[in-house]
């Protein structure tokens, strides 16, 4: 294959063109790196190939189901995928992320499954009141919903089983840690914490999509060790990961994303990090070990 037409080593897969690909872009552009941008709305994958596609894809589509099969279908490939489909799988399932917390011996809130809305109901009688139930897949804080008492699950669980979708009817539930107005975002990449910020919201949720504003500060060793563990317990390479504090100012781990959004997170922490960067190098020497 001649020069011309060798397809570029790097890859930046993703359905919008936000603040944050823009970034990305420009920090592998100042570093030299060949990337190309594949819009994932136009991809196909053909199964049957003579040759493995020897490229490294950084997955940044938003949609979770989409994002996965993507990694899917490149990892058959050949392809070199981060996150790896095992972590957007895992990070991408709310439960199947508190299971993989758990397994590692992570704090986390007090967490409920239930397989029916109407087990659902027992569930959070096990966990006590107030609660939260949270749809399996979702972010920025969507159909996030508090629940103060049985009477308010009721009417919850009465019109989660009118939904449409199978895995609507699935519940997770999670106890309300009564916190200081803020909660923590943690970003990983390549197993390092590039740092931490306070995200402070006028209600009980603190996502920035929903207006939260954040602050950086100094993490704790605590803080450190558990957010460098759970994105090792999940399997991503690049992670947001999101603690709380209790009452008594222990922190726990509600979740990880793997496709983490961080313009929030770079405002807050300034010029003495740079996330994109460190993506770019993180990837260039992920690539050295996979192709060389």
Known sequence: MSPATRPAPFVLLASRMRADEKRLLDAFERRGMECEYVDSRATWSL???????QRLVLNRE?????ALYAARALEAAGATVVNTAAATDV???????????????????????????????????????????KPLVGSW???????????????????????????????????????????IRAVVVGGELLGTVYRRG???????????????????????????????????????????????????????????EFSGFQRAVGERTDVAGRIAEFLMTRAQSCFE
């Open 47 to 53: 199964l049957h190939r003579d040759r493995p596609e």
């Open 62 to 66: 938003i949609g979770h189901a989409r």
């Open 91 to 133: 990070c991408g399932d709310k439960w199947q992320t508190s299971v993989a917390l758990r397994a590692h011996g992570i704090a986390t809130p007090r967490t409920a499954l239930g397989l029916t809305p109407e087990a659902a109901l027992e569930a959070l009688e096990a966990i006590g009141y107030p609660a939260v139930v």
């Open 141 to 183: 804080g969507r159909l996030v919903t508090l629940v103060p008492d049985r009477r308010t699950a009721e009417t919850v669980m009465e019109y989660v089983a009118a939904l449409p979708s199978p895995q609507s009817h699935i519940v997770y539930a999670q106890e309300l840690v009564a916190h200081p107005g803020r909660d």
């Open 202 to 260: 006028d209600g009980w949720r603190t996502n920035v999509a929903r207006g939260a504003t954040t602050e950086a500060f100094e993490p704790s060793a605590e803080i450190e060790k558990l957010a460098l563990a759970a994105a090792e317990a999940v399997g991503a390479d690049i992670a947001g990961v999101d603690l709380i504090e209790d009452a008594d100012g222990r922190p726990l781990v509600l979740e990880v994303n793997d496709g983490v």
